[in-house]
């Protein structure tokens, strides 16, 4: 599917089957949250990006209503992604919301304040959340552009 945040001319495209893959990981683990680090790259001017991978998470902390996940682990795969393709890179983060809507909590807002300062700041980290329940799912894109979250459309 494509998304667009109009306002700003961004865009995002990323594919159902990683959708889908994404959806029936995070149902494995119902009725907790669970979620990981999204890979994909951008165009030569950061405004069209495009969503390719996943990389779970080796650890995290997890409840019904809460996703914290650590990076340490991960640096293999990241570096896997970009050998096969340099422009891969890290883009940003999804987690579940199980039996809820695809809406950020302050918690999900307080953590991608903390993506975009942290050092190697990423161009318009994505927030992807996938509220489902168990005859539907909703995927809810979250972009940070300037230091306002929009929602792609
Ligand atoms: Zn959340």
Same mark, same amino acid.
């Given at each position: 599917?494509?998304?667009? =945040? *109009?306002? !700003?001319?961004?865009? #995002?495209?990323?594919?159902?089957?990683?959708?889908?893959?994404?959806?029936? @990981? %995070?149902?494995?683990?119902?009725?907790?949250?669970?979620?990981?680090?999204?890979?994909?790259?951008?165009?030569?001017?950061?405004?069209?990006?495009?969503?390719?991978?996943?990389?779970?998470?080796?650890?995290?902390?997890?409840?019904?209503?809460?996703?914290?996940?650590? =990076? *340490?682990? !991960?640096?293999?795969? #990241?570096?896997?992604?970009?050998?096969?393709?340099?422009?891969?890179?890290? @883009? %940003?983060?999804?987690?579940?919301?199980?039996?809820?809507?695809?809406?950020?909590?302050?918690?999900?807002?307080?953590?991608?304040?903390?993506?975009?300062?942290?050092?190697?700041?990423?161009?318009?980290?994505?927030?992807?959340?996938?509220?489902?329940?168990?005859?539907?799912?909703?995927?809810?894109?979250?972009?940070?552009?300037?230091?306002?979250?929009?929602?792609?459309?």
């Amino acid at each position: 599917m494509i998304l667009k =945040i *109009k306002q !700003i001319g961004l865009s #995002l495209e990323v594919k159902d089957e990683l959708l889908n893959k994404l959806l029936e @990981i %995070g149902k494995t683990q119902y009725p907790r949250e669970f979620g990981g680090f999204l890979i994909g790259y951008y165009s030569e001017d950061n405004m069209n990006l495009y969503i390719t991978d996943t990389i779970l998470p080796k650890k995290y902390k997890v409840s019904e209503y809460s996703f914290e996940r650590s =990076i *340490k682990g !991960i640096e293999n795969e #990241l570096t896997e992604f970009y050998t096969e393709n340099p422009r891969k890179i890290y @883009i %940003g983060e999804w987690h579940t919301h199980p039996d809820n809507s695809p809406t950020p909590s302050a918690t999900d807002i307080s953590a991608i304040n903390t993506i975009i300062n942290s050092k190697n700041t990423i161009p318009n980290p994505v927030l992807l959340i996938i509220g489902y329940c168990k005859t539907t799912a909703d995927f809810g894109f979250y972009g940070w552009f300037e230091n306002k979250l929009y929602k792609y459309e």
